[in-house]
């Protein structure tokens, strides 16, 4: 059973740092991208949206809202993507989601998407 397990969300006030981390385990042998989202729980019926990716080869995208403030990285031996969050605004207040996108097991099955279960990152002004 493939598992993404998230780490390192808390509360922080705004202009302060914290650094998630999403290990994945469960016989993997790739994954394409690696990314993160969030969603905002006060707000009914907002989607959740993305924060950053990057792929397997280092390309990497941001939403518009935290370019120059976070930054994602990836350790492809091990499976896990990180999100260094630097100069943190009460905006960025959510529960933060881990996604793995094209992952293949050691069997050679593959999985089209998993998600983390959630971290949440409270931002206090």
């Known amino acids: 059973q493939v598992q993404l397990v998230e780490s390192g969300g808390g509360l922080v006030q705004a202009g302060g740092s914290l650094r998630l981390s999403c290990a994945a385990s469960?016989?993997?042998?790739?994954?394409?991208?690696m990314g993160w989202y969030r969603q905002v729980r006060q707000v009914p019926g907002k989607q959740r949206e993305l924060?950053?990716?990057?792929?397997?080869?280092?390309?990497?995208n941001y939403a518009d809202s935290v370019k120059g403030r976070f930054t994602i990285s990836r350790d492809n031996a091990k499976n896990t993507v990180y999100l260094q969050m630097n100069n943190m605004k009460p905006e960025d207040t959510a529960v933060y989601y881990c996604?793995?996108?094209?992952?293949?097991?050691?069997?050679?099955?593959?999985?089209?998407?998993?998600w983390g279960q959630g971290t949440l990152v409270n931002v206090s002004s």
């Open positions: 996604q793995a996108g094209g992952l293949i097991r050691q069997n050679g099955y593959r999985i089209p998407e998993v």
């Open positions: 924060v950053a990716f990057i792929t397997s080869g280092g390309t990497t």
């Open positions: 469960g016989s993997i042998f790739s994954i394409d991208a």
